[in-house]
């Protein structure tokens, strides 16, 4: 059964940085590609970063480019989200979603093309 834990949310100041963490069970994390996503209150979820099975990342949002990094740690089975330079836009509930891919996929950051998801974890950034 596949499972997807993210953690490392909370509550940070304008400016500060998070580490977000996705562990993956239940699969070979080196077969799969991981999104990270994004829902404010009212509003659509939306794709933040994504990277494929190879290791080729998509950077879907320009309001993140620059602050926000994702990488993969295949032996310790867990996706990260480096969120750097915050900001008050990016408070929204942070989901990780993976995906079973050939070889050769490209990273892709679309809701739809995701089978997998975690419960979300509550990112805030307020003074």
């Known amino acids: 059964q596949v499972q997807l834990v993210e953690s490392g949310g909370g509550l940070v100041h304008p400016g500060g940085s998070l580490k977000l963490s996705c562990a993956l069970s239940?699969?070979?994390?080196?077969?799969?590609?991981i999104g990270w996503f994004r829902q404010a209150p009212g509003k659509e979820r939306e794709g933040v970063s994504c990277i494929s099975r190879s290791g080729g990342i998509t950077d879907n949002l320009d309001s993140v480019k620059g602050r926000f990094t994702i990488s993969r740690a295949n032996d310790k089975k867990t996706v990260y989200l480096q969120m750097n330079s915050l900001k008050p836009e990016d408070t929204a509930v942070y989901y990780c979603a993976a995906k079973r891919e050939i070889l050769s996929a490209v990273p892709t950051c679309a809701s739809w093309y995701y089978q997998n998801w975690g419960q979300g974890t509550q990112v805030t950034v307020s003074s």
């Open positions: 239940g699969i070979r994390v080196d077969y799969y590609g």
